[in-house]
Nanobody
Framework: QVQLVESGGGLVQPGGSLRLSCAASGFTFSNYAMSWYRQAPGKERELVATITSAGGSTNYADSVKGRFTISRDNAKNTVYLQMNSLKPEDTAVYYC????????????WGQGTQVTVSS
């Protein structure tokens, strides 16, 4: 069965850092682009960062550019989100997403991990 398991969330003070991890299993990880999304209470889900299947290209929302870094290790079937200089407005549930366009189009989601930025 397909699994995307996020970890690394928690409570951090403004200006602090967290690294989120998403461990994938049950599908061919190297065929999928990976993304991080987030959703705060009362707001719609937004795309935070994307990395291509081979890790050759990344994309970031303007709100996190320069502070967050997405990376992947295909040998470990894991994608990461390094979050630095965290702000209260970064508080949200962060979701891991896997998507492919080749073969049959498919998309998978993790259950999410809570990130709270507060003093």
């Amino acid at each position: 069965q397909v699994q995307l398991v996020e970890s690394g969330g928690g409570l951090v003070q403004p200006g602090g850092s967290l690294r989120l991890s998403c461990a994938a299993s049950g599908f061919t990880f190297s065929n999928y682009a990976m993304s991080w999304y987030r959703q705060a209470p009362g707001k719609e889900r937004e795309l935070v960062a994307t990395i291509t299947s081979a890790g050759g290209s990344t994309n970031y929302a303007d709100s996190v550019k320069g502070r967050f870094t997405i990376s992947r290790d295909n040998a470990k079937n894991t994608v990461y989100l390094q979050m630095n200089s965290l702000k209260p407005e970064d508080t949200a549930v962060y979701y891991c997403n896997a998507a492919r366009k080749t073969y049959v189009k498919r998309e998978y989601w993790g259950q999410g991990t809570q990130v709270t930025v507060s003093s």
